[in-house]
Each structure stands twice: as structure tokens, then as C-alpha cells.
């Protein structure tokens, strides 16, 4: 039987180019979360390593089983009976880096991981150029997982702009959706909040997302915000830019409410695509 209620948090962080001081950060915030009541405690993307240089990111990443953030979480999860979602670690995998995400049972087991999708490859009006597919290699399947209060999809930045992705989510049995992120501050302040609220009113869906923060010992600048939003789209809870907690008591009943007031998922239908020329003469070849 699931619970109808819960207390989620999302931890916002400035993570840096040590490892060890990025987990010792973590692991803080996380029991500051727990300290004040929360049941379920999410982190943001890159929580253990903000770092550009490719070859320094390269040399402070090892595999999973040897991850010193993983194994720091997974204690703070068994010590106090609280369910985490790493928003992402890199993992080596060969000669690339895997962004993973994992989620933590209340016995500080592995319930699943998951690797994003989306590899952010863009070149922004700044200046400011990303090509996560020269580092990073996507994964290639959504993963839905069981937690005490229902399904959560697990989704890492990026994701947030395909909509298919949350549907498919959802359409499975998602209750919560996540994206948690290190999202560019040009960016975050153009599409963050509309996005989240978008995901969450499409698929009548609660989001939490925890983010990156502030300017980075690699220079880049993250937009902050991590953001909990209901399935109605009201924003429950929000941070600013820096390092802190938010937490929002979620109310597992307004997803059935969201869905029974606008049935998005249940009324979709499929369709296909028909292009029409303008140009007279090919309207009558096909007339």
C-alpha cells in the first residue's frame, strides 16, 4: 500500500572541481533535508563533479562501484531511513563518461539508475558552446521507478525540453517526474520555469527538480532555481541561486485530481502528418 502523502526536498548546489568536498556538500544538504522532515531527498545533476576540462574530468572519474559520492549517499540513506535521487554522477564507462542518475531505497540499496537521453550539444547567443556527445554517451531507454508514494521517471536536464519523453513517462504510470540539472544561467532564466510547469500540467504530474547554482570554479554559471510544481502547474517551493534546501509537502492525491479534471493522457490519439505545397502546379499533380 503507498502512502497519500510525503515530504519531497530538493538540494541546490555549487558543485566544484574536488570530488570529496562536493560529496562532503552533498552529503550536508541531504541530512539537513532530513533533518527537516523529509521523506525523499533529491540532488542536482553533476553532484559530485562541475568540471569543463575534459581531460581533468576524465582523470577524477572512476566506475560505479568505486564512486565516492554513490557510497557516501547510500549510507546517509540507510542512517536515516530516507529515500535519495542522485540527480546525475559521471561514471566512467571505457574510454567515455556515462551521466547516471540513481535512486536510493530506504535500506541505502540501489533501486535503479538511469543515463540521460538528451546530451546537451549547443551553441548559445553568449558565445558559450556545449558538446556533451564528445564526453558523455546517452542512454537509450526511460526508466520509471517504484517508490513508497508511487512511480517516479527519472529524467537529468536537457530531457526537459522533449515532451515525448514525460508523456511516455507518465502514460507508464509516473506520478513524479524529475529533472534535475545543471542548466546555463542564459538558458534557465529564458525556459526553466515554463518548462517544469509544462511537463507537469501535460501529464498532470508532480516535477522536482534540483539544480546547480551560481558561478563554478570552471567559470561557467548554472541558473539555480530548483523547483518542486504541482500537476495543476502551481509552484509548491523554489530556491535562488545559492547552496540551500527547499521542501514541499506533496499530496499524492492531486495527480488523480489533474487527471480527472483535464484527461490529457486518456483523450490522446494518434495521428499522422499531411504536408501540402502552395505551389499551384503541384496541387494539381496531386488533385
Excluded at 66 to 85: F, H, M, N, S
Excluded at 109 to 117: A, G
Amino acid at each position: 500500500m503507498t502512502a497519500s502523502r510525503f515530504t519531497a526536498a530538493c538540494v541546490q548546489m555549487r558543485s566544484g572541481r574536488d570530488v570529496l568536498a562536493n560529496r562532503d556538500a552533498a552529503v550536508a544538504l541531504v541530512r539537513e533535508a532530513a533533518g527537516k522532515g523529509a521523506d525523499f531527498v533529491q540532488t542536482p545533476e553533476m553532484t559530485s563533479l562541475v568540471d569543463r576540462d575534459r581531460k581533468a574530468l576524465f582523470d577524477k572519474v572512476g566506475p560505479q562501484d568505486r564512486d565516492p559520492t554513490l557510497a557516501a549517499l547510500r549510507e546517509v540513506a540507510r542512517e536515516r531511513g530516507i529515500v535519495i535521487q542522485i540527480g546525475s554522477i559521471a561514471v566512467k564507462e571505457g574510454d567515455r563518461i556515462a551521466n547516471r542518475a540513481f535512486l536510493i531505497g530506504r535500506d541505502g540499496e540501489l533501486v535503479t539508475s538511469y543515463d540521460k537521453v538528451h546530451l546537451f550539444d549547443v551553441d548559445l547567443p553568449n558565445g558559450e558552446s556545449w558538446r556533451e556527445s564528445a564526453t558523455y554517451t546517452g542512454g537509450d531507454k526511460a526508466v520509471l521507478a517504484e517508490t513508497p508514494w508511487g512511480y517516479l521517471g527519472l529524467t537529468i536536464c536537457y530531457d526537459v525540453r522533449f515532451a515525448a519523453l514525460y508523456r511516455a513517462l507518465a502514460e507508464n504510470g509516473a506520478a513524479f517526474l524529475s529533472a534535475p540539472a545543471c542548466f546555463t544561467k542564459q538558458t534557465g532564466e529564458a525556459h526553466w520555469h515554463v518548462l517544469h510547469r509544462a511537463r507537469a500540467i501535460e501529464t498532470g504530474s508532480f516535477m522536482i527538480s534540483a539544480a546547480q547554482g551560481g558561478m563554478h570554479e570552471d567559470g561557467r554559471e548554472t541558473f539555480g532555481h530548483s523547483l518542486i510544481v504541482d500537476p495543476w502547474g502551481r509552484v509548491l517551493a523554489e530556491a535562488g541561486t545559492e547552496p540551500s534546501v527547499i521542501l514541499a509537502e506533496i499530496d499524492v492525491g492531486l495527480v488523480a485530481d489533474a487527471r480527472g479534471r483535464i484527461p490529457t493522457l486518456k483523450n490522446a490519439r494518434s495521428f499522422g502528418v499531411e504536408i501540402v505545397s502552395a505551389a499551384p502546379e503541384r496541387r494539381a499533380a496531386n488533385a
